[in-house]
Structures are given as structure tokens and as C-alpha cells.
């Protein structure tokens, strides 16, 4: 079993910074992650870090060149950098975390294949 919590969301204007933490603890893992899911929208994928290679990352196209995620292994956290933020990137922010490689880089921003989930942070971007 793993646990996440995640913390650091709050409200910010259009241009501004956030920086969310994802605490992590229990059993080994081969990959994080951050999901967003904005009102009446589906969840969607942000960003994915490997626990080990290098920690290899991957972006959404729509934070890319923003966001930039992050692992403190030392302290078991995990972290989203995010940049220039926009009233689009208005959503509750989950860190995610599963057991599973793959060497196709799409595969990493499918839900189901994440097996342990935060409850979550909201980060709301004003106009």
C-alpha cells in the first residue's frame, strides 16, 4: 500500500507560481505522477516522473514548458512545479503513483494504470 498527500494548492492570479508537494510513504514504486480534473470535466493527466533511470518525465502537451515535477527521494516527496499558471489550469490535483513499466510514453497518461491515488488539492487561477 502507498500513501499520498498532497498539499501546497491555493488561489492565485493569472502569471503566478504554485509549487505542490505529494508526500509519499509505504511500499516501493516505479512511477509518479500528477492528474488534474477541472469542474465538469474529465480527470486528465499532467505530468509523470520515473522513480528510477534517471527520472525520466513526461508532459501534457498543455503544460509543457510550465510545469515541472520533481522528486526529493531523500524525503519521499514528490513535487509540481507550475509556472505561469492560467484560469485553465483551475482544477483539483491528484498525485498519483503505480508498480508498472512501459516504454511507450502515452501509456503513462491513462488513469487505471496508477493504483494509488492522493485525495487531492485544489489550485484555483483567477483572471
Known amino acids: 500500500q502507498v500513501q499520498l498527500v498532497e498539499s501546497g494548492g491555493g488561489l492565485v492570479q493569472a502569471g503566478a507560481s504554485l509549487r505542490l508537494s505529494c508526500a509519499t510513504s509505504g511500499r516501493a514504486v516505479s512511477t509518479y505522477g500528477w492528474f488534474r480534473q477541472a469542474p465538469g470535466k474529465d480527470r486528465e493527466f499532467v505530468a509523470q516522473i520515473a522513480v528510477s533511470g534517471g527520472g525520466r518525465t513526461f508532459y501534457s502537451d498543455s503544460v509543457k514548458d510550465r510545469f515541472a515535477i520533481s522528486r526529493d527521494g531523500a524525503k519521499n516527496t514528490v513535487h509540481l512545479q507550475m509556472n505561469n499558471l492560467k484560469p485553465e489550469d483551475t482544477a483539483v490535483y491528484y498525485c498519483?503513483?503505480?508498480?508498472?513499466?512501459?516504454?511507450?510514453?502515452?501509456?503513462?497518461?491513462?488513469?487505471?494504470?496508477?493504483?494509488?491515488w492522493g485525495q487531492g488539492t485544489q489550485v484555483t487561477v483567477s483572471s
Open positions: 498519483v503513483a503505480g508498480t508498472f513499466y512501459s516504454s511507450v510514453r502515452t501509456y503513462y497518461t491513462r488513469e487505471d494504470v496508477y493504483n494509488s
